[in-house]
């Protein structure tokens, strides 16, 4: 990683109280003053290190103006770490921000509808990080079905980013950092 962009700091990896499905991942929240540096609260995409070792990731905001990285099993193998390890961390934004995962049932509306298809392609990466970003923050599948079908209309009318929607859960608390395993 040859950004010079990049920093550098120390971080306990932490185990999720529960952690669900594949469960032997683990996270670590970014110091604030780190966090304040990076193109944006909501979710953004990094290139980095953890121990040395490789990586590219999104961070997720934590609801408290910082982020979240979200540390798979194989990453803390290959890095030869495991949770309450103190790990140290190198970032940098991403060159470009890659282009998200359409989950399928944003997928599935949009192919129905060719005008919110049209404005969902003529949208930047970032605007399409928010509106997926929107609809998987749902924490029921009634609201989050309510919002596949409010953002298909949404951008059949011609909006480019989600109104009212803040991406870094402070306001609305809808987004947060795992709770820690004690």
Sequence with gaps: ??????????????????????????????????????????????????????????????????????????LQEAAGVSPGDVVEVRLAPAGTEPEPQLPDDLRKALASSPAAKATWEDTTTIARLDWIHWVESAKQAKTRQRRVENACDMLAAGERRVCCFDSSGYYSKSLSAPKAQE
């Excluded at 780190?34 to 290190?49: D, H, I, M, Q, W």
């Design 1 to 74: 990683m040859a950004n010079t962009d990049a920093f550098t700091f120390a971080a306990k990896l932490l185990r999720p109280a529960s952690p669900g499905e594949g469960g032997a991942w683990g996270f670590l929240v970014l110091p604030k003053a780190v966090s304040e540096k990076l193109p944006r609260r909501g979710r953004t995409s990094v290139e980095g290190t953890l121990d040395g070792h490789s990586f590219q990731a999104t961070l997720d905001p934590d609801g408290r103006l910082s982020h979240w990285l979200k540390v798979s099993e194989e």
